[in-house]
């Protein structure tokens, strides 16, 4: 019987409101940061802000077709197979003064894991040159509060 692994997880959709600015529009609305799920699912990324961090340091501006699915790699992924898929690193910027007037509205959805899940890193993603570097499997519930005590949030 094949175990399932995310029907009963922590996963959560939101809706996310950034109202429009007054002033000022430089600076960032929500800080450089990783997700700690598995993926999360972005719908309705369509005006300006979001950015993704590339492996050079720079930050490239995230501009999806409309209609068009975002997909991030989480810290459990991340984790799972061993930084093969490194978690993407992302923020929201403030719009440009021309945007500043328009609300931005997105619609994440954090997959989980179950709880019991057992994280541990795949066989395929260690070799010699990517030694494992998660040696201690952990379930996804240990993973969760330790990456939730570790930005305070419990």
Request: charged share 20%; hydrophobic share 40%; proline share 10%.
């Amino acid at each position: 019987m094949k175990r399932k692994t995310v029907d009963q997880g922590n996963s959560v959709l939101r809706l996310l409101h950034y109202p429009p600015i007054d002033g000022d529009p430089d600076g960032v609305r929500a800080g450089a940061h990783e997700d700690i799920n598995v993926i999360t699912l972005l719908l309705g990324a369509e005006e300006a802000g979001l950015q993704v961090k590339t492996k050079s340091g720079d930050w490239l501006p995230v501009q999806p077709p409309e209609g068009a699915l975002v997909v991030n790699i989480g810290d459990m992924l991340q984790r799972l197979t061993n930084h093969v898929l490194p978690s993407t690193t992302h923020r929201v910027v403030n719009p440009s003064k021309a945007r500043m007037a328009f609300p931005r509205y997105s619609t994440p959805f954090f997959l989980h894991f179950n709880p019991d899940f057992l994280i541990e890193t795949l066989p395929g993603c260690v070799s010699a040159d990517n030694p494992n570097r998660y040696p201690a499997p952990m379930t996804a519930h240990a993973y969760l509060e330790e990456r939730l005590r570790e930005i305070g949030l419990m």
